[in-house]
């Protein structure tokens, strides 16, 4: 039995095989790209067979440049009355559009202007994940320079998202134990696994890697160099059955990601204290990582962003608000002072 084809592959073939002839020979002066990017298992690299249950199609998305919606519109006609309707078995898709409108569809941003750190911080990060994943399979029109201009945060940006991810976890340790004291130990594991998620976003900046969406958030983790070091502790928290066993496995993965993010240099190293808040039964890790971060940055921008939301938030909600036309409202509550 054949080995079935990956998303990627599949849509390779499909692009190769029936689309790139009609270009060339309706279109024989067309600078293009063709792509597989966006929404999907496939784009990730994650696609299986159960995948293949529901919407499967071998899809192609061609981008063309300098172009009207007119001529966008007799590209994609053209395409889509000769290609066939299967290929290998399965349902096509094509999609046509210009390099610069579909990213202003998928992100609601202007590729031709440049991005502060607002624009960078409004931006859904499995959005980005999406449209630098994928492959490019022809490129004419320089949508792999766009898609490296988006393969990650700037500099300044990446620090004060940073910032806001050792935020997330520094005030929730102590409560671990303060609500498992109380007797409430459902409680005491839904806040270890807020933080055991948290200590995974942190990892994946740490990383330097985009987030993809909740579906695929742990698959992705795996990939990770951190997570064989991790994985084992954060197991250790989720499988705990009393406070203080989550809380001495909170601590050796606070460690963990410590060990990590020091090895980046982009400070100098900082070292784990293990307190007690109020002289309280509850080990709280501590290392002043916001304060040595937010002296990274340069931007004033990045830095005005850093003064007004210290703490973060901003970074979650625009998870929340994630489609493309909430952006410039997410964008405007970044700008507010906290």
Not at 175 to 184: E, I, Q
Request: contains cysteine; aromatic residues 10%.
């Amino acid at each position: 039995m054949a080995k079935r084809k990956s998303g990627i592959e599949l849509s390779e073939a499909f692009y190769r095989a029936k689309i790139r002839p009609v270009l060339v020979d309706v279109f024989p002066r067309l600078a293009h790209a063709a792509a597989l990017m966006g929404r999907g298992s496939e784009v990730l690299g994650f696609d299986d067979d159960m995948s293949t249950d529901h919407d499967w199609t071998a899809r192609v998305t061609i981008l063309i440049d300098n172009a009207d919606a007119d001529e966008v519109e007799s590209v994609q006609r053209e395409l889509r009355a000769a290609i066939p309707a299967k290929f290998n078995d399965v349902p096509t898709g094509l999609n046509v559009n210009t390099v610069a409108g579909y990213f202003q569809n998928q992100l609601n941003l202007d590729i031709t202007e440049e991005w502060d750190a607002y624009d960078w911080v409004s931006l859904p990060e499995h959005r980005l994940c999406a449209v630098t994943s994928g492959a490019v399979f022809h490129d004419e029109v320089d949508l792999r320079a766009v898609r490296e201009r988006l393969s990650y945060y700037p500099n300044d940006v990446w620090y004060y998202l940073l910032v806001a991810g050792w935020w997330r976890l520094h005030p929730e340790m102590n409560l671990v134990g303060r609500s498992g004291y109380t007797g409430d130990d459902l409680g005491s594991a839904l806040i270890a696994a807020e933080m055991v998620s948290a200590l995974m976003h942190l990892s994946f900046l740490i990383e330097r890697r985009y987030a993809p969406y909740r579906k695929w958030f742990g698959t992705a983790f795996t990939q990770l160099d951190i997570a064989e070091d991790l994985s084992p502790e954060l197991e250790r928290v989720l499988g705990s059955n009393s406070w203080q066993d989550r809380e001495r496995a909170l601590a050796t993965a606070y460690e963990v990601v410590t060990t990590a993010y020091n090895a980046l240099n982009i400070s100098d190293p900082l070292a784990l204290e293990r307190t007690r808040l109020w002289e309280r039964p509850f080990t709280v890790m501590w290392a002043d990582f916001p304060t040595a971060l937010s002296a990274q940055i340069k931007d004033p921008v990045t830095q005005e962003l850093t003064r007004k939301w210290p703490a973060g938030g901003v970074d979650q909600v625009r998870d929340i608000l994630c489609l493309p036309r909430h952006r410039h409202a997410v964008r405007q509550l970044c700008t507010l002072e906290r």
